[in-house]
C-alpha cells in the first residue's frame, strides 16, 4: 500500500436546498428541520438546514472517489456534528490518512468545515483497493 500518514484529499461543495429536498426523498427523512420553512424558522436554527448525514456523504465522497479512492469499502464512521450546515454554504470535505493499521486498513480523520469553523470531525476505517 502506497498511502501514508498524512496524506490528504478534500472536495469542496455548495449545499443547495434542492440537494437537502433530493437527500430527504431518496433517504424518505422529511423532518421538517429540513424541509418545512415555515416550521423550520420557528425551531432553534432560524430555518431549514442540511441532514447531518448528507453532510457525512460529502466525507464519503472524498474516500469513495479520491482518498483512498474507487473501490474503497467503510468498515466504520464516527461522527459529531458540531454546527448546522444551511442551504448555500460552501462545505469543504477533508480526509486524512491517521494511520495504516494491519489487514491492509486505514484509520482516517474526517472533517467538513465551513470556511474556518469546524461542522463536522469524525474517524473512518477503511479498506483501500489493493492498488492504493
Known amino acids: 500500500m502506497s498511502l501514508a500518514v498524512g496524506d490528504t484529499a478534500s472536495r469542496t461543495t455548495v449545499v443547495s436546498q434542492d440537494d437537502i429536498d433530493a437527500f430527504a426523498r431518496i433517504t424518505g427523512d422529511e423532518n421538517p428541520a429540513h424541509s418545512d420553512n415555515a416550521w423550520s424558522r420557528a425551531s432553534?436554527?432560524?430555518?431549514p438546514i442540511a441532514h447531518g448525514i448528507l453532510t457525512a456523504g460529502l466525507v464519503s465522497a472524498v474516500i469513495g472517489m479520491d482518498l483512498p479512492g474507487p473501490g474503497t469499502i467503510y468498515i466504520a464512521q464516527t461522527l459529531e456534528f458540531t454546527?448546522?450546515?444551511?442551504?448555500?454554504?460552501t462545505i469543504t470535505a477533508t480526509v486524512t490518512v491517521a494511520e495504516v493499521m494491519p489487514k491492509r486498513r486505514l484509520r482516517l480523520e474526517t472533517v467538513a468545515?465551513?470556511?474556518d469553523e469546524v461542522v463536522l470531525r469524525g474517524e473512518a476505517v477503511v479498506l483501500p483497493p489493493r492498488e492504493a
Open 83 to 89: 454546527a448546522p450546515v444551511r442551504p448555500g454554504d
Open 113 to 115: 468545515t465551513r470556511g
Open 44 to 47: 432553534r436554527f432560524g430555518g
